[in-house]
Every structure is written in C-alpha cells, then in structure tokens.
Nanobody, 120 residues
Framework: QVQLVESGGGLVQPGGSLRLSCAAS????????MGWYRQAPGKQRELVATITSGGSTNYVDSVKGRFTISRDNAKNTVYLQMNSLKPEDTAVYYCNADIRTTMFHSRDYWGQGTQVTVSS
C-alpha cells in the first residue's frame, strides 16, 4: 500500500504565497516522478508542475516564474512553492506520483487533494 498525504493549502490574498507538501509512504521501491495537478470548479484537472527523480522540472505556462516544484528524495516528499498567487489559481491541488513498488511494477498514485483559495 502506498499513500500520498498533502498539506499546506488554505486561503490567501492575491499576491500572497503558499507552500504545498506531499509525502509518500508505504511499500515504495523508488519514485520515478512526482507532480502537482489542480482542478477548479467546472474545469478539467490540469497539470501544474512535475519533477523527476533527477530533478528535471516542467511547468504549465500559467505558473512559470511564480511556482517552484522541488523534492526531497530522502523523505519521499514533493513541494510546491506558490508565489504571486492570483484568483485564477484557486482550485483543489492534487499530488501525483509515479511509484515503483517493485523493480518491475509501477503505477500512478494520487493524494486526496488540498484546497487553495486566492481571494481578498
């Protein structure tokens, strides 16, 4: 069993900052990649940022220059530092990880989601 537990969401004013964390635990052989997705009301879930085990990152254009994804491989944890937040960043943020539970088997896992609300 593998679990992803997120934390760090909340209410923030426009221009403010939040830091999301997601810790993976359980029967983990290795983690290939981790990332964050978000889903706003009435919209499809979209990719926000990803990071590989080697540290390569990818961001959706709308967050480039404002959000930073990082990971601590020793703690199996991924972070999303969100600065200069805008109302359009309001969404439920989901952690995602591509995890190998054995050398030959991997699959995607999802966290439960954490609400981020940007409003004055």
């Amino acid at each position: 069993q593998v679990q992803l537990v997120e934390s760090g969401g909340g209410l923030v004013q426009p221009g403010g900052s939040l830091r999301l964390s997601c810790a993976a635990s359980g029967s983990i052989f290795s983690i290939v990649a981790m990332g964050w997705y978000r889903q706003a009301p009435g919209k499809q879930r979209e990719l926000v940022a990803t990071i590989t085990s080697g540290g390569s990152t990818n961001y959706v254009d709308s967050v480039k220059g404002r959000f930073t994804i990082s990971r601590d491989n020793a703690k199996n944890t991924v972070y999303l530092q969100m600065n200069s937040l805008k109302p359009e960043d309001t969404a439920v943020y989901y952690c995602n990880a591509d995890i190998r539970t054995t050398m030959f088997h991997s699959r995607d896992y999802w966290g439960q989601g954490t609400q981020v609300t940007v409003s004055s």
